[in-house]
């Protein structure tokens, strides 16, 4: 009989502390953040490049887009809980020579991440990608495969504070 209440007293004590440490969660609410990548082309961007823009999408899952031509901008809405990275990688391939009829080309191109985090914190910061707003058509290849690759990242603390990353992972 001794032996069964010593074992129904430590059954008591194991379950007792066991609800102890489970009642004693986290009251704090989760930061999240969204946060708005806008991308902007020249007008004749399109004329000598395609593009492909890999970016992270809500909680850090990565996405890629065609962008086709036509258009003078991207722009994407992500979000997540935080801590977590937001970022943009792009992969231009430019057109065959033979394609590229115009004398020179308007290239200017540059990439805007802005945030904003649930407890306030918020920062934006643009990143041109390709400066040149007049490239010779003997110079489009080299200028569009220099910029080729290239990222634009941030990894956001749990608080919000962001820390520019531009060799985020985007092979998940």
Sequence with gaps: MKKKLFYLAALLCCVAT???????????????????????FDDDFFNAVDLVIIYYKDNGEVKADAITSGTTSWVKDVSGTLPNEFGVKWQFQPKDASSLTEESYNLFTAATISLTASNGSTFSQTKPIISNASVKKNDVIKTIQKASGNTFGYRVSKNGDAQRNDNLNYDK
């Design 18 to 40: 066991g609800l102890a440490f489970t009642s004693c969660g986290d009251d704090e609410p989760d930061v999240t953040a969204t946060a708005r990548y806008s991308i902007i």
